[in-house]
């Protein structure tokens, strides 16, 4: 079981420039079924990708691939001839948005955003053009989503990934690679790995993630990876403390940050005494979530929420 995505997926590529062909040929090569991608001044063209099978990701493969990737001119032409259900975008900062909002014009089930550095106004825009729609949007600025075996949608390294029972969902995208490679080092492996972002303005949050993986039955945990600034980790702990039936192991990010300094993400800063490391850290504990005192603990914490 998973969530979000699968082996049957079928994603489109919004953005076919030199970031978005790098990734869909890993994608590739890991197994996914990547379908037709979106870029009006290519439109009409094929671009071929070939090499050597990632042996991390779907099993059964043969040792190579050779895979034609028809290029179209909207959203709903690529939908219409491949069947696609999933986007991923790669598009550049100053046109991602209006790539997310044709996607959910179109009426695709999932939007992942990897582009970073979206303009907040913009996003503010996307989130509210979403909302009167069923599109769910995942991101911006994240690495994506993959389930280990199946489908890898994003830009992280498939080979630390192996399907499992614990779920992950995270703000950052670095110490999502790292719980995962904990997690894998253990044998306790992952169902799904979801990156949700770090700017202050995304689609979905932690609330969305923990849910899913509470209702799916092969998850038996959960990691949950948050930092400093604003107040997701607040209402994830009260809605875990409400409603999860599954242990939870935890980080936060910044505990040594100054108020009022930005560190990395657009969402991480501290102002007005609002989203500091403390206030999280002790409202999860409130909630019955194991935390983690380093990254490097992210493994043992998990383990230790289990029981």
């Not at 907040?120 to 825009?125: E, H, Q």
């Not at 002790?282 to 194991?290: M, P």
């Amino acid at each position: 079981m998973s969530i979000l995505i699968n082996a049957d997926t079928k994603v489109l590529i919004q953005g076919m420039g030199r970031t978005g062909s790098f990734h869909t040929d890993k994608a590739i090569a890991y197994g996914t079924r990547m379908v037709g991608a979106v870029h009006p001044s290519k439109a009409g063209t094929v671009q071929k990708f070939t090499g050597e099978t990632d042996h991390s990701g779907v099993q059964g493969r043969p040792d190579g691939y050779d895979v034609d990737v028809p290029i179209f001119r909207s959203v709903v032409e690529a939908m219409s001839e491949t069947g696609a259900t999933v986007s991923v975008v790669y598009v550049p900062p100053p046109f991602a948005a209006d790539a997310i909002m044709e996607a959910a014009e179109a009426g695709i089930d999932l939007v992942v955003c990897i582009t970073e550095g979206i303009p907040v106004a913009d996003m503010v825009r996307a989130k509210r053009y979403l909302q009167d729609r069923e599109t769910r949007l995942v991101g911006p600025n994240c690495p994506g989503v993959i389930t280990p075996g199946e489908c890898k949608i994003g830009i992280m390294p498939g080979y630390i990934h192996q399907p499992g029972r614990i779920g992950v969902v995270s703000r950052s995208g670095t110490l999502t690679y790292e719980a995962v490679y904990q997690l894998t080092t253990i044998g306790l492996g992952q169902t799904t790995a979801v990156g949700i972002g770090g700017d202050p303005v995304n689609g979905t949050n932690f609330v969305d993630v923990l849910a899913l993986f509470n209702e799916d039955p092969a998850t038996e945990g959960v990691i949950m990876i948050g930092e400093i600034g604003g107040t997701a980790e607040e209402e994830a702990a009260a809605w875990i403390s409400a409603n999860m039936t599954k242990p939870v192991a935890g980080f936060i990010a910044g505990t040594t940050a100054p108020p009022g300094k930005r560190m990395g993400h657009a969402g991480a800063i501290i102002s007005g005494g609002m989203g500091t490391a403390d206030a999280k850290i002790s409202a999860l504990e409130d909630a019955g979530v194991t935390i983690a005192p380093t990254p490097s603990d992210l493994g043992a914490a998990m383990v230790e929420a289990m029981g």
